[in-house]
């Protein structure tokens, strides 16, 4: 069965890249990502670039320390994965809804940049490692909100 909901967006980051930790210990990174749209403008014949909006993604386990590591406020990045909506309760306790990027992956456009790889060690699905070395690996991978499947 093919999934229908996948979203690709390119843009740059519009604040750094924000890295925490779930209670369980997963970690996750938030991205903000300014999409925008060149355009010939008729009246001067230039191009111009035109926002088309902000996206905002999650980066699950490991990639979301390489991401929080890597990338910065300003970086042109390409985003794959599904959209999300969830609810929550403001402060106020009124009820507001989200839609979210779930990243697959996330990674720089060379477009007008170079980038250099270092590869990681790793398989450890983003946990923050124990003072004695890595953890060990759960028996399922956490879901996004961080209880197992």
Not at 101 to 124: H, M, Q, T, Y
Request: aromatic fraction near 8%; include cysteine.
């Amino acid at each position: 069965m093919a999934n229908d909901n996948v979203i690709t967006v390119i843009g740059n980051l519009a604040a750094e890249p924000e890295l925490r930790y779930t209670q369980s210990g997963v970690a996750v990174t938030n991205v903000r990502v300014a999409v925008n749209r060149r355009v010939r403008n008729p009246q001067t014949n230039d191009w111009e670039d035109r926002l088309d909006g902000f996206f905002n993604a999650n980066i699950w386990r490991e990639q979301a320390e390489n991401v929080a590591e890597s990338l910065h406020t300003g970086d042109r990045v390409l985003i794959q994965g599904y959209l999300r909506s969830r609810s929550y309760t403001d402060r106020d306790g009124q009820e507001k809804w989200v839609t979210e990027i779930e990243a697959d992956e996330i990674c720089p456009s060379l477009k007008w940049a170079r980038v250099s790889i270092e590869k990681v060690s790793g398989g450890g699905w983003g946990r923050r490692p124990s003072p004695g070395g890595s953890a060990p690996a759960p028996s399922e991978p956490p879901t996004p909100d961080g209880v197992p499947f």
